[in-house]
């Protein structure tokens, strides 16, 4: 017996003596489920699976696994797009699944507090149905959760009015990895007591600690949302109408994605039931979202500012939803991805974020050298670009040169000093790519943080960085 095999067995029976099979699953008996995420990282099955159901287990949990220098793959909705959740060889996996549910909601503050594995769309109901709204929000709503989405600093498609997840914690309650329950549950939106140590842990993808409770910052829900289908000519247009909606529509604009041809054919050539509202093809489409208190108002106002954009020929060509279904037909269009990624195979999928005004060029360049190297290849672009976030998914179909494209579109990253993740996080898949965004100081200080937080680097080892 190996000195890891024999701390493991003790420390099975620790955990066994103390926790239910309900709580502690052990080896064939661990679903395969849990033994990857979305990402396509190579899956691994973990030697145990703790489901632990509140904070207390879970802390008791860390208290022995650090006793232990036992290392620890946290788990969430397991919809990561970095490798993250995925378990590395020896590692056991803790999964916040059971941690579910919302504690409270303040109509009047506007805050829900809820549960790490509350699954993101249950707290959206729940705060619709108070009349208010969580602005957060993808395509993974359903599976993922509110905790991975903190730990991972998730972004969406409301962005550009409301900001990343950061922007709406106010509140966090996190287990260390000795163990120790450290509650910040702060509900006040000004608070400058001290180190406002949410900060840490949004965004560090469980490497410092794990999220168990959090409080948000909930908004008013919007009386009309306004969504628009719009056909653009070039990039340069694309930049001067996001300028133009910002200054007419103010802070009503939510949404501003954009899809360049290849992405928009594709999507509707493998998904059945959606077609394009368009006669004619055009080079960008640009999916618009506004909202307003005003249901009358409001329509005639987004109505006639893309009217305008029409006659000064930024926008070729506009499509008003004019119902629910218009509306959920035009975001099936542009969250296509989900479905495209499951029928592509291989396929290099990239989050990456540029200044606004270089992403266009950077665009022409990739696609440039991509095709130089890899002639075959099929480039699909779209992305979140009112927040500087383009999303690439690159492929040949052979899986040997999945590697090198992501390897070559990286590198390109570096070289437009951009970054290499924008809202999926750097997990075991970009690791190797941090100091491209990332100068050494950032990273030496980040190492620093690690070791006196987590000085045995047992919880999420390998994550973000070596
Ligand atoms: C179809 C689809 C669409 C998506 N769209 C978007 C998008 O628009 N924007 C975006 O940002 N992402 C998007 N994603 C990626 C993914 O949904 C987000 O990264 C999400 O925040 C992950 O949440 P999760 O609960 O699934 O976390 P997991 O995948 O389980 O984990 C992600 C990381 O967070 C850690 N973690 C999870 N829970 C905790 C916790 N409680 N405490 C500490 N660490 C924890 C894990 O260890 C891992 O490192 C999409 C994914 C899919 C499949």
Same mark, same amino acid.
């Given at each position: 017996m190996t000195s890891n095999t024999s701390v493991l067995k003790k420390l099975i029976e620790q955990l066994s003596s103390r926790f239910d099979s309900s709580i502690i699953i052990l080896g064939e008996d661990v679903s395969s489920k849990y033994h990857?995420?979305?990402?396509?990282?190579?899956?691994?099955?973990?030697?145990?699976?703790?489901?632990?159901?509140?904070?207390?287990?879970?802390s008791q949990i860390m208290a022995l696994c650090f006793e232990q220098d036992q290392p620890v793959v946290i788990q969430g909705g397991l919809t990561g797009l970095a490798g993250g959740a995925t378990p590395l060889s020896?590692?056991?996996?803790?999964?916040? !699944?059971? *941690?579910?549910? #919302?504690?409270? #909601?303040?109509? +009047?503050? *506007?805050? =829900?507090?809820? /549960?790490?594995?509350?699954?993101?769309?249950?707290?959206? $109901?729940?705060?619709? !149905?108070? $009349? +208010?709204? /969580?602005?957060?929000?993808?395509?993974?709503?359903?599976?993922?959760?509110?905790?991975?989405?903190v730990s991972t600093n998730a972004g969406g498609t409301e962005v #550009?009015?409301?900001?990343?997840?950061?922007?709406?914690? +106010?509140?966090? $309650?996190?287990v260390l990895a000795d163990g120790t329950v450290v509650t910040a549950m702060n509900k006040l939106i000004k608070n400058n007591s001290g180190y406002d140590l949410k900060h840490l842990f949004i965004g560090s993808e469980g490497t410092l600690g794990i999220v168990t409770r959090v409080v948000l910052q909930l908004q008013p829900k919007a009386r009309t949302t306004h969504t628009a289908l719009c056909a653009v000519k070039d990039y340069d247009?694309? #930049?001067?109408?996001? =300028?133009?909606?910002?200054?007419?529509?103010?802070?009503? +604009?939510?949404?501003? $994605?954009? *899809?360049?041809?290849?992405?928009?054919?594709? =999507?509707l050539e493998v998904s059945s039931g959606l077609s394009s509202p368009f006669g004619h093809q055009f080079p960008f489409y640009l999916l618009l979202e506004y909202i307003d208190n005003d249901q009358e108002l409001g329509a005639d106002r987004f109505e006639s500012v893309l009217y305008r954009q029409l006659e000064s020929e930024l926008l070729e060509d506009a499509m008003i939803a004019k119902s629910l279904q218009d509306a959920e037909m035009f975001w099936q269009i542009r969250d296509g991805i989900g479905e495209l990624l499951q029928v592509l195979g291989p396929v290099s999928n990239q989050d990456v974020s540029l200044p606004i005004a270089e992403i266009g060029v950077f665009a022409t360049e990739l696609e440039q050298r991509l095709k130089a190297k890899y002639p075959d290849i099929a480039i699909l672009l779209f992305g979140h670009i009112g927040d500087n976030n383009m999303h690439v998914c690159a492929y040949t179909g052979r899986d040997e040169d999945k590697t090198?494209?992501?390897?070559?579109?990286?590198? /390109?990253?570096?070289?437009?000093?951009?970054?290499?993740?924008? !809202?999926?996080?750097v997990g075991v898949l970009k690791r190797d790519y941090l100091s491209l965004s990332k100068s050494p100081t950032e990273i030496a200080l980040m190492k620093t943080l690690k070791e006196a937080i987590d000085p045995k680097a047992i919880l999420n080892r390998g994550r973000v960085f070596k």
């Open positions: 990857a995420d979305w990402s396509g990282a190579t899956p691994c099955a973990p030697p145990v699976l703790l489901r632990p159901k509140t904070t207390a287990q879970l020896g590692e056991i996996a803790i999964s916040l !699944e059971r *941690m579910q549910g #919302i504690e409270s #909601i303040d109509p +009047l503050g *506007m805050t =829900v507090t809820a /549960l790490a594995g509350t699954p993101l769309q249950v707290i959206q $109901e729940a705060a619709d !149905e108070h $009349e +208010l709204s /969580l602005p957060l929000d993808l395509g993974a709503r359903g599976s993922c959760q509110i905790g991975g989405n #550009i009015r409301y900001g990343m997840t950061r922007a709406l914690v +106010l509140g966090l $309650e996190v247009s694309v #930049i001067k109408l996001l =300028v133009a909606l910002k200054r007419s529509l103010g802070s009503g +604009l939510t949404g501003f $994605e954009l *899809m360049w041809q290849s992405y928009y054919d594709k =999507v090198r494209i992501s390897h070559d579109i990286m590198h /390109l990253i570096g070289d437009y000093s951009g970054a290499i993740t924008a !809202e999926h996080g």
